[in-house]
């Protein structure tokens, strides 16, 4: 989106928001109540791998289960729910004209969480697979690629039949993730569940579904809500917007590409992740292109909304760079099979993701309610909560990593010494992750206190109040 309006007009209740109302908030509930499950199975995780007895004597949450379970209730509960709730706003917005099919969006969230409820039970009971991000039983899969496809009904439709001949990034990058995630995740379903491959194959699919769910999925979802809010809340032009259709090309064909990042050193083609080291390498273009299209997201003149897009802005563009930095062999050879991936995996789904995302909700949930956010307080206790647990846990994991990593290489260190060596910086993000998880349950909190607050003025007024609502929150 190159222009916006100003305050007054961006403040503005309308039809659009209203109607999709109910919908919107199943999905944005629902994505809370995984988001507050998958911090607290993350918490247990993290004490399990410093004090390998926690919990030791129950199955259920043994560590490979919890880490699984945890994993799937934040991709497919707290990110596709509230993914798709911004990006399906974005697109009615956008698109001029209320969303339709808006039942078939219910029904779609029902069933996509029942069935999430029943993966994470077979998780739970020894179900699951051992595939990262896919760890769901087999019987659920093809109820969740039916569900998403009817959540998605209404975007399309919004799409298809928007008023406006003229479209904006926003507009690319959601349709691009309703569209392309159907078909990796049948793709995955295939290729590793229902008709697996054998060998070394088996491990190429479930590297190029793990990059392509980042870059053809999530990263599109968040860059999607920064894309709209940045000039909607600034009032300023995107700069160099020429280049973000080029941006916008470069992730969706070359980002799946950089999979064989993740396979350096092991048993397959050296071509294969010489090609993820170049892929990452262009990738690169994307990253700066899209840091320079919404650099006015560091200057939003004390918008909370934009603090959380600015820094989630920074972890997606620092990320990209790291991940292009850790593709060199030199460099994968210590951070390889340690800490520091999952370091690098938090900075892209707690830091980028979650950080645009949480700025989406607060921008989108006062505007489909009608009603001011209760609590400025509140929303910068989460800001700081997030910032802060992030900060550290990606600090921590790092550091672990990098000291893990050169511990392994070096034989003159015996293996459970590594285990004391990185004990301090586990502890630490634990402590991390508990900030982190404190902030979540302040944003879930305060949306349920928005929900049944009472407003104090007429629905179509609440906006017309720019100290109070756009100056402060938006």
């Known amino acids: 989106m190159t222009t916006a309006p100003h305050a007054a007009e961006t403040a503005e209740v309308t039809e659009i928001d209203t109607s999709a109302r109910c919908s919107l908030l199943l999905l944005l509930g629902s994505a809370l109540l995984w988001l507050v499950l998958s911090g607290m199975l993350a918490l247990v995780n993290l004490v399990q791998l410093h004090t390998p007895t926690f919990l030791a004597d129950c199955p259920v949450l043994s560590y490979g289960r919890a880490q699984a379970m945890q994993e799937t209730a934040f991709i497919y509960g707290w990110a596709a729910n509230a993914g798709l709730a911004v990006a399906l706003w974005i697109l009615g917005r956008l698109g001029g004209a209320p969303l339709r099919s808006l039942n078939w969006v219910v029904a779609g969230t029902v069933f996509w969480n029942l069935a999430l409820v029943l993966g994470l039970a077979g998780i739970a009971t020894g179900d699951g697979s051992s595939h990262a991000w896919l760890h769901l039983p087999r019987y659920v899969l093809p109820i969740m690629l039916i569900a998403y496809g009817t959540i998605a009904v209404s975007g399309v439709l919004a799409w298809t039949g928007r008023r406006h001949e003229m479209t904006f990034a926003s507009q690319w990058y959601a349709v691009a993730a309703l569209f392309l995630f159907p078909w990796i995740f049948s793709l995955a379903q295939m290729m590793l569940v229902f008709a697996p491959e054998r060998g070394v194959l088996q491990a190429l699919v479930a590297g190029w579904f793990v990059q392509g769910a980042w870059t053809l999925w999530l990263a599109p979802l968040a860059l999607a809500a920064g894309y709209y ?26 980002g ?44 939003g003149g004390g918008s909370t909304v934009l603090k959380f897009v600015a820094f989630g802005l920074g972890a997606y563009v620092v990320g990209g760079f790291l991940d292009a930095a850790t593709a060199m062999r030199n460099f994968a050879m210590v951070t390889q099979f340690t800490f520091f991936s999952g370091a690098q995996a938090q900075l892209a789904l707690n830091g980028a993701f979650s950080m645009m995302i949480y700025g989406a909700i607060y921008f989108l949930a006062p505007r489909i309610t009608g009603r001011a956010w209760p609590s400025l307080a509140l929303i910068r206790a989460h800001y700081a909560a997030a910032v802060i647990g992030l900060v550290g846990l990606v600090v921590a ?26 004990r301090p910086w586990l502890l ?20 349920i206190w928005l929900g049944v607050a009472k407003s104090a003025a007429p629905e179509a007024d609440v906006f017309r109040q720019p100290p109070a609502m756009e100056a402060s929150v938006s």
């Open 229 to 254: 809010l940045v000039p909607k809340i600034t009032g300023r032009i995107i700069p160099s917007y020429d280049f973000a259709a080029l941006s916008f090309w470069t992730l969706l064909f070359v």
């Open 256 to 299: 799946a590409w950089t999979g064989g990042r993740h396979l350096i050193g092991g048993p397959v083609p050296a071509w294969i992740a010489t090609i993820a080291v170049v892929s990452c390498a262009l990738l690169l273009f994307h990253y700066i292109v899209v840091a320079v299209n919404l650099r006015a997201a560091f200057s």
């Open 397 to 422: 994991l790092i550091v672990a990593g990098w000291i893990q990593g050169h511990d392994l290489n070096n034989p003159a260190v015996a293996f459970a010494s590594i285990g004391t060596h990185v």
């Open 428 to 447: 630490t993000a634990t402590a991390a992750q508990a900030v982190l998880l404190l902030g979540n349950l302040l944003l879930a909190t305060h949306l």
